[in-house]
C-alpha cells in the first residue's frame, strides 16, 4: 500500500514545479507532505489558523510535520468567530491560501477520494444538475489534488505504517454538520446493506460523467458574459436533456453558484414557460428578453453607476473627438459638466416629438423588457433626460446636435463568449 500512495501522489506531480502545501494537522495532509517532501525540495508547507475550538492543537501538529520534514512553514492568520460555519472556513481558506501563493507556486490540497464522494452526495442530495455531480476536479487554477484517487481510509493505514504524525479534527464528528453525516452514517450505512465499496462505484460514475461532458458537443459562443450580466438563448435549455443540464451547470458555475439546486432550475423554467423575473439568494435575478435568458446582478450595476465605472454592465461608454454616423448609439452635450448617466427610475420621462414620454414605455416598444429595462442607462443633462442610449434621443438633444458636434460619447455593447467550461 505504501508504495503504491507513493507513486500515486508523486506521478500526479512535476518535480520542476514549486509546490505549496496546505498543511491542516490531520492525516489527508500530513501523508501528502511527507510523500512530496521525499520527492521535491521545491517545497513548503502553510497552516491557516480557523480560531475554532482545536485550532491550537492543529497548528502545534502541523509545525511539527513541518519541522520533521524540515520544510519551510508559516502558519496565517484569519479573521473567523469561533463556531464559523463550513462554508464560511473554507472561503475564507481559499482567500488566504490564493494570496498566500507566489506567481510560480502551485497549492497542493489534501481532498481525497471520499471527499469526492462526500461531494457527490451533497451536490446530489440538494438537488444539482449534472456538472456537480462531477463533483471535485483533479486541478482547479493553480490548485492541485493529488490524494483524488485514494480513500481516507488507505491513507490512515499509510499513516500508521510509516509512523507519521497527525490528529483528528474534533469537528469531523459532529453530524450536525451534513458532510459528516455522509461520511459517518450514510456511507457506512449504504455499505452494509450493498455489496462492494460504494467508494469505488460513486468514483467510476463520476468518471463517467465527466467523460460525457469531455464528448459533449456544446457551442459557448452564444452564451455571453458581462460584469453582472449573463445570457443565454432559451432555446439551449428550453428541451429536457443532458445538454440542457449542461447549459444549466454551466450557467451555475457563471453566476458564482456551486451548482444550481431544483428549486433553482424550476424557478428558470419558470421564467422561460411565462416569461416573468425571478430573484435568487445571491443578489441575481432572471427574465426573458428576445428569445434570451437573461441574468443580471442589479447590486453590481448599482455599484458600477455609483461609482461611474466604464464599461457599465455589458454598456461601454466612450468620449471620442468625432464620429463618422450619427445614430442612437453617440450622442453630443453642450458641455460634459452636467451629464449623469443612471438607470430608469419609475416616472422617468423623455420629450420625443413633442411629447413627455415614459422612458419605461419606449424600452418595452423596443423589446427592452423586465429585468434589463431595470439596469438600461439613461443619460441627463442638467437634470432632463437626453439619451436613452442605443433606443432615443430627445428633442432637446436632437436640437442641439443640429447646430454641432462637442462632447461626444458613444455607447456599444460589450459581450464575451465562455470559452472555457
Not at 43 to 67: G, M
Not at 162 to 191: A, C, G, H, M, S
Not at 213 to 228: I, M, N, P, R
Not at 236 to 242: A, R, T, V, Y
Request: aromatic fraction near 8%.
Amino acid at each position: 500500500m505504501t508504495n503504491k500512495i507513493d507513486k500515486d501522489i508523486t506521478n500526479n506531480l512535476d518535480a520542476s514545479k514549486n509546490y505549496v502545501v496546505a498543511l491542516s494537522g490531520g492525516v489527508d495532509s500530513a501523508v501528502l507532505a511527507n510523500v512530496v517532501a521525499k520527492q521535491h525540495h521545491n517545497l513548503r508547507s502553510v497552516f491557516v489558523r480557523h480560531n475554532q475550538k482545536n485550532s491550537k492543537e492543529l497548528e502545534e501538529i502541523a509545525n511539527k510535520i513541518a519541522n520533521n520534514l524540515k520544510i519551510s512553514h508559516k502558519n496565517l492568520d484569519s479573521n473567523l468567530k469561533e463556531n464559523s460555519s463550513e462554508t464560511k472556513m473554507r472561503e475564507a481558506r481559499y482567500e488566504i491560501l490564493y494570496k498566500e501563493l507566489e506567481e510560480d507556486e502551485i497549492l497542493l490540497m489534501g481532498h481525497t477520494l471520499s471527499d469526492k464522494v462526500e461531494t457527490f452526495f451533497i451536490n446530489l442530495l440538494r438537488g444539482t444538475r449534472v456538472r456537480g455531480l462531477k463533483s471535485i476536479p483533479k486541478m482547479t487554477g493553480k490548485v492541485k489534488r493529488p490524494l483524488l484517487g485514494i480513500s481516507k481510509n488507505d491513507l490512515i493505514d499509510y499513516a500508521k505504517e510509516n509512523n507519521i504524525q497527525y490528529i483528528d479534527d474534533e469537528t469531523n464528528f459532529d453530524n450536525k454538520i451534513i458532510r459528516n453525516w455522509i461520511r459517518n452514517e450514510l456511507i457506512p450505512k449504504v455499505d452494509e446493506k450493498f455489496a462492494g465499496n460504494i467508494e469505488e462505484k460513486i468514483s467510476n460514475l463520476i468518471i463517467e460523467i465527466e467523460s460525457i461532458f469531455e464528448s459533449a458537443d456544446l457551442d459557448f459562443k452564444y452564451v455571453k458574459t458581462a460584469k453582472g450580466y449573463v445570457e443565454i438563448p432559451v432555446a439551449l435549455i428550453k428541451e429536457k436533456n443532458i445538454k440542457s443540464n449542461m447549459y444549466l451547470s454551466l450557467l451555475s458555475k457563471t453566476l458564482g453558484v456551486p451548482s444550481l439546486q431544483k428549486k433553482d432550475i424550476e424557478k428558470i423554467l419558470t421564467v422561460v414557460k411565462d416569461g416573468l423575473k425571478i430573484d435568487f439568494d445571491n443578489n441575481w435575478s432572471c427574465g426573458v428578453s428576445n428569445s434570451l435568458l437573461i441574468f443580471i446582478n442589479k447590486k453590481i450595476w448599482l455599484e458600477q453607476y455609483e461609482s461611474k465605472e466604464h464599461p457599465l454592465g455589458l454598456f461601454k461608454f466612450s468620449s471620442v473627438e468625432k464620429i463618422k454616423y450619427s445614430n442612437n448609439w453617440s450622442a453630443s452635450f453642450p458641455s460634459e459638466e452636467f451629464i449623469k448617466v443612471a438607470p430608469i427610475e419609475s416616472g422617468d420621462k423623455i420629450k420625443v416629438d413633442g411629447k413627455s414620454v415614459k422612458v419605461s414605455e419606449i424600452l418595452r416598444n423596443y423589446g427592452i423588457k423586465n429585468i434589463l429595462k431595470e439596469v438600461w442607462p439613461v443619460v441627463s443633462y442638467k437634470d432632463e433626460i437626453y439619451w436613452v442610449p442605443g433606443i432615443r434621443k430627445s428633442d432637446s438633444l436632437i436640437e442641439y446636435e443640429k447646430s454641432g458636434k462637442s462632447n461626444i460619447i458613444t455607447a456599444s455593447i460589450e459581450k464575451s463568449s465562455i470559452e472555457d467550461y
